[in-house]
């Protein structure tokens, strides 16, 4: 053996001019770990489908809106004389107690954060009619920028839509959905898990956040501290008259009238005019405003509680003007009131 032979053997173990043989069950175990890497993605996305239908993943998420996701598919033979629909405005904006008392009428708000109406339409609400009598008053609530047909609200997340149909409709058209967007697929599963990871080691909601829906008629309050000024967020989005005509055309019937309502802008929103200027005629409020003390900095024309309670009383005043009118008479729903 050479002295260079010699040396590469100490160093390396082997000769360079050697031969080398490699073990028999060293391609197997390679082969095994390209597996389990090409299989541990898919195989984590299956566990977060399965993990966000449980209840020890829906304890300890922090957010009562999305605790209670789906409140309107949930509920069963509650038979409301009123029902609130719409975006996160109506959800955190509208207390159904505040309407009962002032009309009479049991009131229920089923109105959920934008991306489900973005992913899934009108299913929570189709979901409602399903299982209860009708309604005689449904009142849609909506930021003025989302009177459009949901599919356009692009400025959403679908975060929210996703694990609203996971949880609820885990149908055909659900797992097409995921093959044609794998990319959304892979983000909203890992967004999932790693919400539930952060989640976990927390202790669960207090019985009164985790139950609010069920305590409030389908009301969620949003802490933060109130709006100061406006900051300039304003989406400018023309509404949709053939969108708005098919919610009244689609719901209005078997004796329920339908009311879509623009939620207030603070009087220094930089849209108000431009709202002002398309909605009319199109919707049975005006297109009005509350003081901006009266909204939460934590999320687009979300209102705290002084802003909720101006909201539902002036939504009670409407339903009474109705009942009031001596004409009116539910089952029709007609034009967009003129009285703005």
Same mark, same amino acid.
């Given at each position: 053996?050479? +002295? ?22 060293? %391609? ?15 195989? *984590? ?57 002032? =009309? ?53 997340? +679908? ?31 890992? *967004? ?46 023309? %509404? ?6 098919? *919610? ?15 939620? %207030?802008?603070?009087?220094? +929103? ?18 009005? =405003? ?10 687009? *024309? ?22 009031? =009118? ?7 729903? %007609? ?6």
């Amino acid at each position: 053996m050479t +002295d260079a032979s010699q040396r590469d053997r100490q160093e390396f173990g082997t000769g360079l001019t050697e031969v080398r043989h490699e073990p028999l069950a060293s %391609p197997w175990r390679l082969r095994l770990y390209v597996a389990v890497l090409c299989i541990f993605p898919f195989a *984590l996305i299956l566990f977060t489908f399965w993990w966000v239908t449980t209840g020890s993943y829906i304890r300890h998420v922090p957010f009562p809106y999305i605790v209670d996701t789906g409140y309107g598919s949930k509920l069963q033979h509650a038979d409301c004389d009123v029902v609130i629909d719409g975006d996160s405005t109506a959800l955190v904006g509208v207390l159904p107690r505040i309407i009962e008392q002032r =009309t009479g009428l049991k009131t229920c708000n089923i109105a959920e954060v934008a991306g489900i109406k973005l992913v899934n339409g009108m299913m929570v609400l189709d979901d409602y009619l399903a299982h209860n009598r009708r309604p005689q008053y449904l009142v849609f609530v909506f930021a003025p920028e989302n009177l459009t047909h949901p599919s356009r609200w692009a400025f959403v997340s +679908d975060f929210e839509g996703w694990f609203y149909r996971i949880r609820f409709h885990r149908d055909a058209a659900f797992w097409r959905r995921l093959t044609q967007d794998p990319n959304g697929t892979l983000a909203n599963a890992e *967004l999932a898990f790693r919400d539930g990871i952060e989640f976990l080691p927390k202790r669960p909601l207090p019985p009164a956040l985790a139950h609010e829906r069920d305590l409030n008629g389908g009301h969620v309050s949003e802490p933060g501290a109130p709006l100061t000024r406006c900051s300039g967020d304003t989406i400018y989005r023309m %509404p949709d008259p053939a969108w708005l005509s098919s *919610l009244r055309r689609t719901y209005g019937v078997g004796g329920t009238h339908v009311l879509i309502d623009a939620m %207030p802008m603070p009087p220094c +929103d930089e849209g108000l005019p431009f709202y002002r200027t398309h909605l009319t005629g199109l919707i049975d409020n005006a297109v009005d =405003t509350l003081p901006i003390g009266d909204y939460n900095s934590s999320g687009r *024309l979300h209102t705290n509680e002084l802003g909720t309670a101006a909201l539902s009383n002036r939504i009670a005043d409407q339903l009474s003007a109705i009942l009031n =009118t001596p004409s009116s008479h539910a089952g029709a729903t %007609p034009s967009p009131l003129t009285n703005h």
